[in-house]
């Protein structure tokens, strides 16, 4: 196994090229709330064989310097595409799937006794969730925009509400485990999912609807905790 990779942390693989999280998710590797763990770390969470999880990563054409790679956008343009693309699809899909999961809940509850704990983690991620975009989006996220508009100067034109931009950082951090804590939950419950063999249309719908928003989840917080978030501590730091 190649000696650099596996001292590379995930983070810093899927940032450095987010085609990586294709293979990271084949292997059911954590590279948002994990993602600084080592790859050898990584594998051994997930019960992956690190040498196969090295040839798939090897395998990848060469990264096309051309394509469009979010480490190399300036912050402005990060923050708009996590707000314009991630925190508006997580809420339209949250009100949407939670609809789907009540109807599944009151026609198969009987039959399935999950869909009442699935639901009812789903409305907890949901709730915090909601409360974790608006604190991004009034304070830390402004503050971040301010330290790169004031990159070259001795202070930002913002006053910190919070000392250093490490202490909001934490507590977004720690909510993203939260977040990705309840959709591991809803993974296991749904047996990764997967509509049993009696489920209607909807079920197969609702199931469809979480892995895509498990999936979007993962870019998310990828982008924030392992490309936006050191980067303002960077600025912070004058680096």
């Known amino acids: 196994m190649s000696d ?11 940032a450095a090229d987010f085609r990586t999280a294709a ?9 948002c ?19 196969a999880v090295v040839r798939e990563l090897q395998a990848l054409p060469p990264v096309d ?10 912050v402005d343009q990060l923050i708009d595409h996590i707000e314009q693309t991630h925190h ?8 949407w799937i939670a609809k789907l999961l009540a109807k599944l809940e009151e026609v198969h509850g009987a039959r399935h ?10 409305r907890r991620m949901a709730d915090d969730l909601t409360q974790h975009m608006v604190k991004e989006e009034r304070v830390l996220f ?18 910190s509400p919070f000392g250093s931009v490490e202490n909001p950082i934490r507590m977004m ?5 939260d977040a990705g804590d309840e959709m591991q939950t809803i993974r296991t419950l749904t047996n990764d999912y997967t509509p049993p063999a009696d489920g209607c249309t909807t079920y197969a719908v609702c199931m469809a609807e979480l892995r895509g928003f498990d999936r979007d989840l993962r870019r998310h917080v990828h982008l924030e905790n392992n490309i936006l978030f050191p980067r303002a501590i960077a600025l912070e730091h004058g680096s």
């Open 23 to 31: 293979v990271f998710e084949q292997f059911g590797i954590d590279f």
């Open 173 to 177: 951090e720690r909510e993203h485990r």
């Open 4 to 14: 650099v990779m596996t001292d590379a942390t995930v983070g810093d693989i899927v």
């Open 33 to 51: 709330c994990g993602g600084r763990r080592a790859l050898v770390d990584a594998c051994r969470a997930a019960a992956a064989d690190p040498d």
């Open 113 to 122: 006794a999950e869909l009442r704990l699935v639901l009812a983690a789903f």
């Open 88 to 95: 508006a699809y997580v809420r339209t899909a949250l009100p």
């Open 142 to 159: 402004p503050y971040v925009r301010d330290l790169a508009a004031h990159a070259d100067e001795l202070c930002g034109g913002l006053v």
């Open 65 to 74: 310097e051309r394509a469009d790679d979010p480490a190399r956008w300036p």
